[in-house]
């Protein structure tokens, strides 16, 4: 009996052991299966939310690049209106240069007109005036050569009845 108690009880213990370690190992592979169903959930879950979060970030990315777009038309535009309007008032600042350049043009030219006249004018007069300084100065030369010539007549007129018989008074006969 001692053999079959060396004998025996181990291999009972060993057949109890194997009972133990498969319904072990049953369970334990259940946990493990459970616990790598419940990481693939939680992973697919943890995914899913990835993809959603991906999703949401890539549609805020989208309304974000929309609402830049849209800013960045807008700034666009605005900048493009004010260039025209810039412009616009460019073209109406040279409309009235223009319009005063012609202004002047016909003012300048009108002046050129009145300036050519006064000058004409001056001309006119200082010609008359050199005339009538000639004319002056010839009437004094007569004057001069008319009195000249009364005292040359007058000093002859003098010599000759000085020179004359009749203007010597009569010899007085001198008393006795």
Known sequence: MNRLLYIGIPVVLMVAFLFIYADSKKKIEAAQEKARIEKATEDKRIADEKEALRIRNKENADKADARRRADEAEKELKKK?????????????????TADLNKYKKEIAELETELDKIRAEKEKL????IDLSKE?????????????EVQRYAAMVARRANDSPLARPPAVAPAQ
């Open 81 to 97: 209106q004010e260039y025209e309007a810039g412009l616009q008032k460019i073209r109406d600042e040279e409309a009235t240069f």
């Open 126 to 129: 200082s010609r008359e005036s």
């Open 136 to 148: 002056i100065a010839a009437a004094y030369i007569e004057r001069q050569n008319a009195e000249m």
